[in-house]
C-alpha cells in the first residue's frame, strides 16, 4: 500500500544522511531536456537526504545484460535540497549505459549508487567571483553549483559560459534564464556552433576562443575558473587561458576518462622461483598470484573475482573494497577518504600489493 505524501514526511533531523557507502537508489521521474539528454531523478530508498558537495558525482551501476557496467555521472541536482538527486546524462550513439538508462530506466525502478566523490566544486575552491565554462553535458556541475548558489548565495558573481551545437541543444537554457532573473551576478553567455534555417539565434556563434571569453567575461583574468567538457575542449581552454597569463592555481576542471582496457600481465617469478605476492579474496575463497606492478584489480580480473570499477584511476570510487592485512602502495585521485583509509579501505584500481594481503571480495 502507497503511502501519502504527508505520511511519508519526516522534517530534516529526523532521517539519516546519505553516507558515502553503496546505495540503493529508486528513480522517481525521467525529464527530457534537449535531443539524447535526459534528467534522471532519485530518491533513497531508506528514508535518508542527501549528503553531498555542488558539483560532486556518484557511480551507478546499470543492470546492462550480459553483466552490470559502472558509470560515473555527475549530479545536476543541488545538495541545498537534500531529499532527492539527479543525474542529467548525454547518450552517444555508442554508449552502452546511458543508452541502457534511456531506454530502460523508469520510475519506480531501483540501481545501486556508489558516492558522492569529487574535489569538484567551488566549495573546496572558493573564489570571490567565479567563470564557470563547459560543453554538451560538462554544464551539469555547473548547474548544480549555480542552483547551490541560488539558493545559498543569490548574490553570486558568476559569469556562466556554456557551448553547444546548436539552440537547440542548450541544456538548462530555460532555467538558466529564470535564475538570472533573481541572481543580479549571474551574467549568461551561450555560444553555438551552428543554427538551422528555421531557428532563431542572435547570440554568439562558432567555437570558443580567446576573444569570446573576453567578450563574456572581460575580467577573466580576475576570477575562478571552473571547465568541463570533452577533453579537446577542455584542453584548448586552459592552454587559452595559461597564454593569457592566468593564474592556474585558479583553474579547476573536471574529466571521467574512459577506462582504456589493460593487459593483465601474468604472475612473474622473482629470482628464487617465487612469485612477488599473493591475495587472498576471502568472500571468493581465491588465493591469486600477483606480479609486481600489478594491481589488485587487475588479479581479481584475471582470476574471475569480480571488482566493480568504472574510471580505473582512482577518481571515482566505484572499486573500494576492505584490506584485511597486508600492506599495499596506492596512488589515488581523491576517490577514497582518509577516515576510510584508516578504517582499512583501499581502491583496487590503483593499489599494489606490497606484501601478502587479503582483501574483501
Known amino acids: 500500500m502507497n503511502m501519502t505524501v504527508s505520511q511519508r514526511h519526516q522534517h530534516l533531523d529526523q532521517m539519516q544522511p546519505w553516507s558515502d557507502r553503496q546505495h540503493l537508489l529508486e ?5 527530457p531536456e534537449s535531443p539524447d539528454v535526459m534528467t534522471f531523478t532519485f530518491r533513497s530508498d531508506r ?8 558539483g560532486q558525482f556518484v ?13 560515473t555521472y555527475t549530479l545536476s541536482s543541488t545538495p541545498s535540497r537534500p531529499f532527492s538527486v539527479a543525474v542529467t546524462v548525454k547518450a552517444q550513439k555508442d554508449s552502452i549505459g546511458t543508452r541502457w538508462m534511456f531506454e530502460n530506466l523508469k520510475p519506480g525502478m531501483r540501481i545501486r549508487a556508489f558516492g558522492p566523490l569529487g574535489d569538484f566544486t567551488h566549495v573546496r575552491h572558493p573564489g570571490e567571483k567565479y567563470l564557470f565554462i563547459s560543453a554538451g553535458s560538462g554544464i551539469t556541475p555547473m548547474m548544480s553549483m ?3 548558489m541560488s539558493d545559498i548565495a543569490p548574490l553570486a558573481d558568476i559569469t556562466f559560459v556554456n557551448c553547444s551545437r546548436g539552440p537547440s541543444e542548450i541544456v538548462f537554457r530555460s532555467e538558466l534564464e529564470y535564475l538570472a532573473r533573481f541572481m543580479p551576478n549571474l ?4 555560444i553555438v556552433e551552428q543554427c538551422g534555417r528555421t531557428e532563431l539565434w542572435s547570440g554568439l556563434k562558432g567555437r570558443i576562443d580567446k576573444a569570446k571569453i573576453a567578450l563574456l567575461a572581460p575580467d577573466f583574468l580576475d576570477r575562478t575558473v571552473f571547465c568541463c567538457g570533452p577533453d579537446v575542449f577542455m584542453d584548448f581552454v ?3 587561458l595559461e597564454a593569457s597569463g592566468f593564474d592556474m592555481a585558479r583553474y579547476h576542471q573536471e574529466s571521467f576518462r574512459p577506462a582504456s582496457a589493460e593487459l593483465v600481465p601474468e604472475p612473474s617469478p622473482n629470482e628464487d622461483g617465487e612469485v612477488a605476492t599473493s591475495i587472498r579474496f576471502t568472500m571468493a575463497g581465491k588465493d591469486v598470484a600477483c606480479s609486481p606492478g600489478q594491481t ?19 577518481l571515482c570510487g566505484t572499486c573500494k573494497v576492505m584490506k584485511l592485512s597486508g600492506e599495499v602502495e596506492m596512488n589515488h585521485n581523491g576517490g577514497i577518504l582518509d577516515d576510510e583509509i584508516d578504517e582499512g579501505y583501499i581502491l583496487a584500481c590503483c593499489s599494489r600489493p606490497k606484501t601478502d594481503v587479503e582483501i574483501e571480495a
Open 27 to 31: 528513480c522517481l521521474s525521467v525529464t
Open 47 to 54: 528514508e535518508n537526504w542527501f549528503r553531498y558537495l555542488p
Open 59 to 71: 557511480t551507478l551501476e546499470l543492470p546492462v545484460d550480459p553483466e552490470p557496467v559502472m558509470r
Open 146 to 148: 549555480t542552483r547551490y
Open 187 to 190: 551574467n549568461l553567455g551561450f
Open 238 to 240: 586552459r592552454s587559452t
Open 296 to 314: 589488485i584489480l587487475q588479479a581479481a580480473r584475471g582470476s574471475a573475482v569480480r571488482i566493480g570499477a568504472a574510471c580505473e584511476s582512482g
